[in-house]
């Protein structure tokens, strides 16, 4: 069982609601894609999001199976990174735990709530490759000569990992931890994964990514809440190879505690 500590709170009343709006509260949508075909053109079929404040409190989360991909798309489907799951997903369908959309309506549901929320910004553990994988979708199920894109210009994108690299990944009690429990790369680097990001806010050793939706923005949630805590200076949005961030930093941390 995940303990996602503060935000598990959700707020559902419309008086409740309303009054959060009337306030200076800042709102955000943390998401997180399942995608199946190539990396170059990834393909949507697992959405899930949640909307929060600045300490990981959530008044909304969403989790959709896409229509066209998931069913329209079987031999694509077959591809799919973490094809191994799928009987999980077919299991969960059943239950309620996941629900079937089509891509259109999907868009539509989340655009809604971010204009009702006055959404300041959209964050994803490694932003660049959900937006991509969204507006590769969106014109995969287009067709359109024109490309088009999920979220309009003026939506400001932020980037979880990013952010992580540049402060609660870059701490020494996380350098220790990743030496503890030998969080390296073959080549030495210190992990900077939303699981490893996970295992270090939520002291759980142990604790494995789902690669669901909704399960990995959830703890993307949580990633983004001790980021902003740290009160520390930050670029927001999406750099290049951001795991090279805190890679200096820990190699001097091992020469200084070998």
């Known amino acids: 069982m995940i303990c996602y500590n503060n935000i598990r709170k959700e707020y559902h009343s419309r008086e409740k609601k309303e009054g959060m709006l009337m306030s200076k509260k800042h709102f ?8 199946c075909g190539s990396l170059g053109s990834p393909l949507v079929y697992d959405l899930g999001y949640t909307i929060h404040d ?13 229509r066209e991909i998931f069913y329209g798309e079987k031999e694509k489907m077959r591809t799919a990174y973490y094809a191994n799951k799928l009987p999980q997903y077919r299991k969960g369908i059943r239950s309620g735990k996941w629900n079937i959309a089509s891509f259109w309506a999907i868009r539509r549901e989340l655009l809604d709530l971010m204009e009702d929320y006055r959404v300041k910004a959209v964050i994803a553990y490694n932003a660049a490759f959900d ?6 979708t969106l014109n995969y199920l287009t067709k359109f000569d024109k490309e088009q894109t999920f979220f309009n210009k003026k939506v400001t994108i ?6 992580a690299c540049q402060t609660i990944l870059k701490q020494k009690r996380f350098f220790q931890m990743a030496l503890d429990n030998e969080w390296m790369s073959e080549a030495g680097n210190v992990k900077t994964s939303a699981e490893t990001s996970f ?8 604790f494995e990514e789902s690669h669901t939706a909704l399960d990995d923005a959830l703890i ?12 520390k200076k930050m670029n927001r949005e999406i750099l290049v190879m951001p ?4 890679q200096p930093d820990f190699k001097k941390y091992c020469e200084e505690n070998r």
């Open 28 to 35: 955000y949508v943390t998401l997180d894609t399942e995608t």
């Open 131 to 136: 937006v991509k994988a969204l507006n590769s």
């Open 243 to 246: 795991w090279k961030i805190p």
């Open 54 to 66: 600045r300490q990981g409190n959530i008044y909304e989360k969403r989790s959709y199976v896409v």
């Open 158 to 163: 932020w980037d979880s990992w990013g952010m």
């Open 199 to 206: 295992r270090y806010i939520n002291k759980d050793t142990e």
């Open 220 to 231: 993307e949630t949580a990633i983004f809440s001790k980021c902003i805590a740290t009160k």
